[in-house]
Each structure stands twice: as structure tokens, then as C-alpha cells.
């Protein structure tokens, strides 16, 4: 009787005390639990009402601000992959080949991007370009990089058809922007012949409230130094 007892008393506790506690989940439970979870924090995919929109929004991204560094326009650091065959309708930019963009902050209401390439002659071009923020229509384009080669054929060469031992090098358009959008346009010489850089001019753009770039200052030497 004793031994009925006690055995009575040993089930009535093991019952009592299991059944207070929560049994523990199954690792299929648990997996499951897992998946609900990421699936509520999943981000929603994001819509895009025109094509253009997706293509452009996709591109990379950087800050401002920048200053052009040598090779700049040939590698295009950070810059992402854009069809040559959509250049023109989506950035409004003609006659590029192995085209790259990148975009910039917004001005205002007027989206920023940076497109570079090889032009017709094979040399390598960047041009600054804005676009509608609604329509993502192109609005406006600003030239940044360019250059063009002195030699024999010239437009510059004397009467003899040949240019000048001392002119004979390379004339570019090179460039900075600050973070307020003050685009600084250098035209810089560099000669074939000895080490000579020449500053020949500089502009300052920037882009107003409609998206179309206009000129600050023109011709300044040097950006501190007043003008004669």
C-alpha cells in the first residue's frame, strides 16, 4: 500500500511540473518561425513608372564633392554600364561608344548624372548631364571633359602647313565640382615638346531651379587671383 502511494505521489509531480512549462519547439517549428520572420522584414520590391526610371535608378551612386584626377576619363572609376543605343533618349548625350554613367545627388528637383565614352574620333569624353525628376527626361548637358591634339593638320598651322615647335601638344578640358554644385571648367595646355602646362582659362556653372546649367564666372587665370 506504501508502495502504491508513493508512486501515486511521484506521477502527480512529474505530471504537475510538465505541465507548467511550454514544450520546446521543433527544429521544423523553429525553421518555419525563422522564414516568417524574413519574410516580414523582406523590403518590398520598389516600382518604377517608366523603364527609363529603372535603368537610370539602378546606376551607381557617389557624393560630391569630385576633382578630376589624370586617367579619370578612361578608367571612369565607379561607373556602371549603360547600352550606347540608349545613351542618346535616356541622357541626351550623341555619339558615344563604350558609354558609362554614374549619378550624382539631386539638385533641387532636377536629377544629376555623370556620362562618359569614346566619341567619334576614339578619344574620351565626360559630359555632366541633368534630367527631369518626374519624366526623367533629359533637360540639359555641360561638356567636363574633352580634348583635341595640335598637329601638322592644325587648323592653327602657319602658312608652311606646319604648327609651331612650341604649340605642338595637347589642349583639354578637365574639371571639379563642389558640393553646391559650383562646376569648375579648366582648359589646360600640355606640350608635346618640354613638361609646360598652361592654364589657358577657366568658367564656373552651375545648374539652376530648371535644370539647365548657367555660367557663373568666365575666364579667371586662377580661381584667387583678380582679374586684370
Not at 554600364?81 to 545613351?87: A, D, H, K, N
Not at 549619378?103 to 576614339?122: I, N, Q, S, W, Y
Amino acid at each position: 500500500m506504501k508502495k502504491v502511494v508513493i508512486l501515486w505521489l511521484v506521477a502527480t509531480l512529474v505530471a504537475g511540473c510538465s505541465g507548467g512549462r511550454r514544450p520546446l519547439p521543433t527544429q521544423a517549428e523553429l525553421m518555419r518561425q525563422d522564414s516568417l520572420e524574413r519574410l516580414a522584414h523582406r523590403p518590398k520590391p520598389r516600382t518604377f513608372s517608366t523603364p527609363e526610371e529603372e535603368l537610370l535608378s539602378e546606376l551607381p551612386y557617389r557624393t560630391l564633392p569630385m576633382t578630376y584626377e589624370e586617367g579619370f576619363e578612361r578608367t571612369l572609376p565607379g561607373f556602371g554600364e549603360v547600352p550606347p543605343t540608349q545613351v542618346p533618349w535616356l541622357l541626351g548625350v550623341e555619339g558615344l561608344t563604350k558609354t558609362k554613367a554614374i549619378r550624382l545627388p539631386d539638385r533641387g528637383r532636377t536629377h544629376v548624372f555623370l556620362v562618359g565614352g569614346e566619341d567619334a574620333d576614339e578619344q574620351p569624353a565626360v559630359y555632366m548631364v541633368t534630367l527631369d525628376s518626374l519624366k526623367w527626361t533629359p533637360i540639359d548637358q555641360l561638356t567636363l571633359y574633352e580634348q583635341a591634339t595640335a598637329d601638322d593638320d592644325d587648323e592653327e598651322a602657319g602658312a608652311d602647313g606646319f604648327v609651331a615647335e612650341e604649340d605642338l601638344g595637347q589642349t583639354r578640358v578637365e574639371f571639379s565640382v563642389t558640393s553646391r554644385y559650383e562646376i569648375y571648367i579648366q582648359v589646360v595646355f600640355q606640350s608635346f615638346v618640354d613638361e609646360r602646362r598652361e592654364l589657358e582659362g577657366v568658367s564656373v556653372f552651375s545648374i539652376g531651379s530648371d535644370g539647365k546649367f548657367f555660367e557663373l564666372e568666365k575666364n579667371r587665370l586662377n580661381y584667387g587671383a583678380e582679374e586684370d
